[in-house]
Nanobody
């Protein structure tokens, strides 16, 4: 089992950058595929990106490709979401999630979730 805590959200102007962090508990953190999702009120949770256990592979939603980058530091049980060239439509609560299997672009593919961190991009 792993517990996840996101941080780093806030208010930023369009075109700006933010880096979100996701801290995981437990000695097996490096065994988890880690995903990032986001959600706005009244909408389903949306896939943002995923990173493999070693960090060697990443995959992103088209809406963030080229602007967002996921990385991880398994020695520190951390996963990061670097967000550049932010747009007002990136405004959402951002969640990290963990999966022991293969990861997924669907939220149903993840077993553990953080509480989320709010990102607001002003125009």
């Amino acid at each position: 089992q792993v517990q996840l805590v996101e941080s780093g959200g806030g208010l930023v102007q369009a075109g700006g950058s933010l880096r979100l962090s996701c801290a995981g508990s437990g000695r097996t953190f490096s065994s988890y595929v880690m995903g990032w999702f986001r959600q706005t009120p009244g909408k389903e949770r949306e896939f943002v990106g995923v990173i493999s256990t070693t960090g060697a592979r990443t995959y992103y939603a088209d809406s963030v490709l080229g602007r967002f980058t996921i990385s991880r530091d398994n020695a520190k049980n951390l996963v990061f979401l670097r967000m550049n060239s932010l747009k007002p439509e990136d405004t959402a609560v951002y969640y990290c999630a963990a999966d022991l299997n293969y990861g997924s672009t669907s939220e149903s593919g993840y077993d553990y979730w953080g509480q989320g961190t709010q990102v607001t991009v002003s125009s």
